[in-house]
């Protein structure tokens, strides 16, 4: 049986705003935002994993395929390009980059 979507930092949002009595839905959501974090932090320290050999490395590659599209990389890729956008005004005695 096939995973549904997986759900945005948004969706979650919505969710916990829904239903902000509900002690078991928050405790939830806690469990998924720890998830998260590890999820984030196997994506900064993939750089540095190496392939294993034999069979064990097409589940690798799967893996790391699935690791790139986790939504919380994608926000999080997505929040670091935002971030370094040149600003719509220079400041005084900025140049372009």
């Known amino acids: 049986m ?3 979507a997986p ?3 948004a969706d979650l949002r919505l ?3 829904r239903q902000p009595w509900n002690t078991d839905v928050i405790s939830l959501l806690w469990e998924v935002k720890r998830l998260r974090s590890v ?3 196997a994506y900064q320290l993939s750089g540095d994993f190496k392939r294993p050999a034999g069979i064990t490395g097409e589940l690798y590659d ?3 395929k699935d690791l790139r599209t986790e939504p919380c990389v994608l926000e999080r890729d997505d929040m670091t390009a935002s971030l370094m956008e040149s600003p ?3 400041r005084k005695g900025m ?3």
């Open 88 to 90: 719509d005004k220079l």
């Open 39 to 41: 999820l984030l932090r």
């Open 95 to 97: 140049v372009p980059r």
């Open 2 to 4: 096939p995973f549904k």
């Open 15 to 17: 969710i916990r705003e």
């Open 7 to 9: 759900l945005s930092h």
């Open 62 to 64: 799967e893996f790391m």
